[in-house]
């Protein structure tokens, strides 16, 4: 169970998640095959040159090290990012260790925005502003989706202002 899941309130489901966008782990995942190319190299160095083959096999070990730690980084990174709307909040969070979360009243969301270059939007990705009562902004950044994760956060606000037992309006 995630962070949302485990800070879920009395009555509260959650409608829709969003997850970082793929984009995040392209320089980890150049950086990772450059340093096991590089290590490789090294390795093949060491075992052409019998001489300085413990120095050429200790630097591939270490550019491996540095490789694993870019993959972990990275994989911490995003299973660690929740979004999600539920039928009574806006739950985002980033960050395993260092954590920054926003839990936002659906009640209390002044406006949702979306900033997108025009890279984000080919690819679907973007900032999600939320402007909570009082002039608070919680961005959130490299959200896949991110026009649909405010959709879904209107729907739900949507939702909650309908009357219970209210007759629905006629559209023409």
Avoid: C
């Avoid at 050429?56 to 993959?71: H, K, P, Q, R, S």
């Avoid at 270059?117 to 009562?133: A, D, L, N």
């Amino acid at each position: 169970m995630g962070y949302v899941d485990d800070n879920l309130i009395s009555g509260e489901e959650v409608t829709y998640r969003a997850r970082l966008h793929w984009k995040v782990m392209i320089w980890p995942g150049l950086l990772t095959a450059a340093l096991l190319i590089v290590a490789a190299l090294a390795f093949r160095q060491g075992l052409s040159d019998p001489e300085t083959s413990n120095v050429f096999y200790i630097a591939g070990a270490i550019l491996v090290i540095f490789a694993v730690i870019t993959i972990l980084k990275l994989w911490i990174t995003v299973s660690s990012a929740e979004f999600a709307v539920t039928n009574k909040r806006v739950i985002l969070k980033t960050g395993f260790i260092q954590k920054k979360t926003a839990e936002i009243f659906l009640a209390k969301i002044e406006s949702v925005s979306v900033d997108q270059t025009i890279t984000g939007r080919v690819f679907g990705y973007g900032t999600i502003v939320i402007r909570g009562t009082g002039g608070s902004l919680e961005p959130f950044s490299d959200i896949s989706k991110p026009l649909e994760f405010r959709r879904q956060i209107q729907e739900q606000i949507g939702r909650s202002l309908e009357q219970p037992g209210a007759a629905p309006t006629a559209r023409s």
